[in-house]
């Protein structure tokens, strides 16, 4: 079962890097977690300025990535991702202190993909 990954960042950031962004955060899933390349599952929400508030924030773009997946990785495993997301990202301008990101876990029961 992929991740379901929600992106919530500036308006501004969102426009310049809509594209990139997303596929920097899948290649980092699949990179960390070895998901399958065709397993796509996001949701970008783009907010106004001063929206999306992190303490200790750069003053950049912040941005808050929740992944919400199965409960079956390591710790190792989710610090990797945490770090392949963190350099890929870094890539695009988004500076480590602007970037929140948490994963959220539950079970294959909570899943519905289309099909039972």
Do not use: C
């Amino acid at each position: 079962m992929m991740p379901f990954i929600q992106i919530d960042l500036d308006e501004d950031a969102y426009g310049d890097l809509r594209e990139k962004l997303s596929q920097s955060i899948h290649d980092a899933q699949i990179e960390a977690l070895d998901i399958p390349a065709d397993d796509l599952f996001q949701v970008h929400r783009p907010h106004a300025p001063g929206e999306v508030r992190l303490g200790g924030a750069s003053g950049g773009h912040p941005m808050v990535i929740r992944i919400t997946m199965v409960h079956r990785y390591p710790m190792a495993t989710k610090r990797g991702l945490y770090s392949a997301i963190e350099r890929r990202v870094h890539d695009l301008g988004v500076q480590p202190e602007d970037l929140r990101i948490v994963i959220l876990e539950n079970g294959y029961e909570d899943w519905y993909a289309g099909r039972l």
